[in-house]
C-alpha cells in the first residue's frame, strides 16, 4: 500500500464511530430497514435536517445525484425551458436539466471565490429561465443576496446545491436555509456522511408533494394502498441505515467543520510564502471547506498536471476537483456552445488540499513542507 492510500484509508477510519455503529445495529435489531417515505429513523434524520435548516418539509433519498434530479423535475420543465448553472460544477449539476429536457444556461464565476457570479448571471436570463442553480463550491458560500435580488426581479426559482458545503454558514446561517429548493450530498467525501445519501428541503407545500410523490415511483401519497400513480417517478429512498447514520453524522457537523477550519488555516499559513492563491473566504460566511482550494499562479498554468505528480510522487493527497469548466466537458460542448472564461482559465490552475477531521497538525506541516520544496522547483525553472 502507498503513502496516499494509507492517508486516504486514516481519514476514512475516522469518519465512523463508536456512536454511529450503535445507532446501525440499533436498526438491524428492530428489523426494519426501508419503508415507502422513510422509516422512523429516516424520518428522524428528516425533521433535524428540516429544523437546522429552517425548512417545512424534507424529503431523504439514495443520493446527491437524486436529489438534484427531484428538485429539476419537481418543476414540470418544458422543452425549451432554461436552467442557469455555474460554469464551474459538478456533472449533476448539469445532467439532471438535460435528462427533464430542459436546457442548462452557463453562468461564469467570481475569480477569487470560484462560485457564480450574480452579475453574470443577470446577463444570461431570457424569458424561458425558470431557476437557478447555486453550488457553494468547495464549502464556500456563494453570493445568496446577490442571488436572491435576481430571483425575486425575475420571478425564479433559486436551488441550493449544498453537497460540498454541509454545516457552512452564511451570514449567520447555515447555507440551504435560503434556497426555494435544497439539495445535500451524504457520499463518502462529504460533510455528513451515510455511504451514499441525499436530502431534499423546501418550504414549499405544493413542490414537496410533487417531490414526496416522484421519489415513490410517482405514486398517489393521498392513498399508498391504492398503488395509484400521479406521475413518472423513481425509487429514490432513503434506507433506515443511512438514516442512523445521518443523525449522528449531523450531530458532529460543526466540530468536525471547526476542525477542517483549523487545518486549513494552518495549510495556508504554512503556504503563505508562495504566489498559491487561495479560495477567498468572505466576512459574511464561514467556510465549510470540502477542500482548501488554491491556485498556482498564471506562469505555471500549464505545469498543473505535473505539479500534482510530482506533489503525489511524495505521499501528499491532492486532487484537482474539476479539471474542466462545464461548458468544456463532452457531453456538454457537442450539445451547448458556451464561453466563460473564468471558469476556463481557473480549472487549468486548480487543486485541491484534503483538510478532513482524520489529518493530524503533523501531517499537514509535513505535506506543506512537499509542497513548498515542488512549488519552487517550478519556480526555479523559470
Request: aromatic letters at 8%.
Amino acid at each position: 500500500m502507498g503513502k496516499i492510500e494509507k492517508i486516504i484509508n486514516k481519514i476514512n477510519k475516522n469518519i465512523i464511530g463508536k456512536e454511529e455503529i450503535f445507532k446501525v445495529n440499533s436498526v438491524l435489531k428492530m428489523g426494519l430497514l426501508s419503508r415507502p417515505g422513510g422509516g422512523p429513523v429516516v424520518k428522524k434524520f428528516q425533521s433535524l435536517m428540516a429544523r437546522k435548516h429552517e425548512k417545512k418539509y424534507a424529503h431523504a433519498v439514495n443520493s446527491g445525484t437524486s436529489a438534484l434530479h427531484l428538485a429539476i423535475a419537481a418543476l414540470r420543465l418544458n422543452k425549451n425551458d432554461e436552467v442557469i448553472v455555474p460554469a464551474l460544477a459538478n456533472i449533476a449539476d448539469c445532467s439532471v436539466i438535460i435528462q427533464e429536457g430542459a436546457r442548462p444556461v452557463f453562468a461564469d464565476i467570481n475569480s477569487r471565490t470560484f462560485n457564480i457570479d450574480p452579475g453574470n448571471v443577470e446577463n444570461k436570463i431570457t424569458k424561458n429561465t425558470k431557476a437557478i442553480i447555486v453550488v457553494h463550491m468547495y464549502g464556500e458560500p456563494a453570493d445568496i443576496r446577490g442571488l436572491q435580488k435576481i430571483t425575486k426581479k425575475f420571478n425564479l426559482i433559486l436551488i441550493e446545491d449544498c453537497a460540498q458545503a454541509g454545516g457552512a454558514k452564511y451570514y449567520g446561517k447555515y447555507v440551504g436555509s435560503f434556497g426555494d429548493i435544497t439539495c445535500f450530498s451524504f457520499y463518502q467525501t462529504k460533510h455528513i456522511i451515510t455511504g451514499e445519501g441525499g436530502m431534499v428541503l423546501t418550504n414549499n407545500k405544493k413542490l414537496s408533494k410533487i417531490i414526496d410523490s416522484l421519489a415513490n415511483n410517482g405514486i398517489n401519497k393521498e392513498n399508498l394502498d391504492a398503488y395509484d400513480y400521479d406521475f413518472i417517478g423513481y425509487n429514490y429512498q432513503m434506507a433506515e441505515i443511512q438514516g442512523a447514520l445521518g443523525i449522528v453524522q449531523l450531530d458532529k457537523l460543526d466540530r468536525l467543520n471547526k476542525i477542517r477550519r483549523k487545518n486549513a488555516n494552518l495549510y495556508k499559513q504554512q503556504l503563505k510564502n508562495t504566489k498559491i492563491v487561495f479560495q477567498k473566504d468572505s466576512a459574511n460566511t464561514e467556510s465549510a471547506y470540502f477542500y482548501l482550494t488554491g491556485l498556482l499562479p498564471e506562469n505555471l498554468k500549464n505545469k498543473r498536471d505535473e505539479f500534482l505528480t510530482k506533489v503525489r510522487d511524495g505521499g501528499v493527497p491532492i486532487k484537482n476537483l474539476y479539471p474542466l469548466s462545464l461548458p468544456e466537458v463532452k457531453l456538454i460542448k457537442n450539445r451547448i456552445s458556451s464561453k466563460c472564461p473564468v471558469a476556463q482559465s481557473i480549472t487549468k490552475r486548480l487543486f485541491n488540499l484534503y483538510v478532513n477531521p482524520g489529518l493530524r497538525v503533523k501531517d499537514i506541516i509535513n505535506f506543506s513542507k512537499h509542497i513548498k520544496e515542488v512549488y519552487k522547483g517550478f519556480e526555479n525553472e523559470k
